[in-house]
């Protein structure tokens, strides 16, 4: 069994910086790409930016320059640096791994999402 657990989300005014991270525990054999995406109310879940093993990011035009994913592979951990917050920020951000575990089947999976909310 495979679990994401996140952490870091609040309320922040405009401007301000949260720093959001997920770790992945259970029967894990080998993690692949790690991200994180957002939904806002009445919006789809949109890739915020994911990393992979070797360290290649991709993030998504919205937040560049303003959003740093980084990944820890000894502890199986992602984070999401997010700086210069903005009000169309404000969603649920979610975690996402494509993780083998133990039993060598290869799948995605989610945390149970945090809350983002940028206002003043």
């Known amino acids: 069994q495979v679990q994401l657990a996140e952490s870091g989300g609040g309320l922040v005014q405009p401007g301000g910086s949260l720093r959001l991270t997920c770790a992945a525990s259970g029967s894990i054999f080998r993690i692949y790409a790690m991200g994180w995406y957002r939904q806002a109310p009445g919006k789809q879940r949109e890739l915020v930016a994911s990393i992979t093993s070797d360290g290649t990011t991709n993030t998504a035009d919205s937040v560049k320059g303003r959003f740093t994913i980084s990944r820890d592979n000894a502890k199986n951990k992602v984070s999401l640096q997010m700086n210069s917050l903005k009000p169309e920020d404000t969603a649920v951000y979610y975690c996402?791994?494509?993780?083998?575990?133990?039993?060598?089947?290869?799948?995605?999976?989610w945390g149970q999402g945090t809350q983002v909310t940028v206002s003043s």
């Open positions: 996402n791994a494509d993780i083998r575990g133990s039993g060598y089947v290869r799948r995605d999976y």
